[in-house]
T-cell receptor, first 114, second 114 residues
């Protein structure tokens, strides 16, 4: 058990829908991350929050909107997505936002956009 | 810009073999490298984090090495077991745009046959 949970585990949505992904960490960490994992491509960093402040937006389209109400919770709000956004979305956390810190990953949300 | 490569993309071996998984990186200023394991439909689990000041890091049957001069890291798995079947990813730090992040390889899918 990694201490990082994600809901839902699977999501199917149409291009006009609005949905949200939720991540919660029980590790007392200060940094949280959203990654996108597509088939045949490396894991792509999307957003980073450190002490609830967004510190990284890796040129992510505005149809993805992150929210971090506190250091234990991270959301990814989705609207008007495209089929190419279908992927596994992984949340992670680490003690601080430093690359030498081990990141702990959640199980991911498998998203299919029709 | 840091790029991380893992070759081959997949490997299938009989049980009991000793394995070497390769990871190469382009930025020799790397100060650590991490190895992760990903089981199907799940998130990533950190296996080993090796600092540039270390030559090797060991955990059970796993041994990771880091050679900055050659831009390579290897993950050695001794006496492989079917339970080792998973995708193995390596990741190194990169500093881009004033912030640090992990850059991942595409992963290597390992199948250990009983």
């Amino acid at each position: 058990e990694t201490g990082v949970t994600q809901t839902p585990r699977h999501l199917v949505m149409g291009m006009t829908n609005k949905k949200s992904l939720k991540c919660e960490q029980h590790l007392g960490h200060n940094a949280m991350y959203w990654y996108k994992q597509s088939a045949k491509k490396p894991l792509e960093l999307m957003f980073v929050y450190n002490f609830k402040e967004q510190t990284e937006n890796n040129s992510v389209p505005s149809r993805f909107s992150p929210e971090c109400p506190n250091s234990s919770h991270l959301f990814l709000h989705l609207h008007t997505l495209q089929p190419e956004d279908s992927a596994l979305y992984l949340c992670a956390s680490s003690q601080d936002q430093q690359a030498q810190e081990t990141q702990y990953f959640g199980p991911g949300t498998r998203l299919l956009v029709l | 810009k840091q790029e991380v490569t893992q070759i081959p993309a997949a490997l299938s071996v009989p049980e009991g073999e000793n394995l070497v998984l390769n990871c190469s990186f382009t930025d020799s200023a790397i100060y650590n490298l991490q190895w992760f394991r990903q089981d199907p439909g799940k998130g990533l689990t950190s296996l080993l984090l090796i600092q540039s000041s270390q030559r090797e890091q060991t955990s059970g049957r796993l041994n990771a090495s880091l050679d900055k001069s050659s831009g390579r890291s290897t993950l050695y798995i001794a006496a492989s077991q079917p339970g080792d079947s998973a995708t193995y990813l390596c990741a190194g730090p990169a500093r881009e745009g004033g912030s640090e992040k992990l850059v991942f390889g595409k992963g290597m899918k390992l199948t250990v046959n009983p």
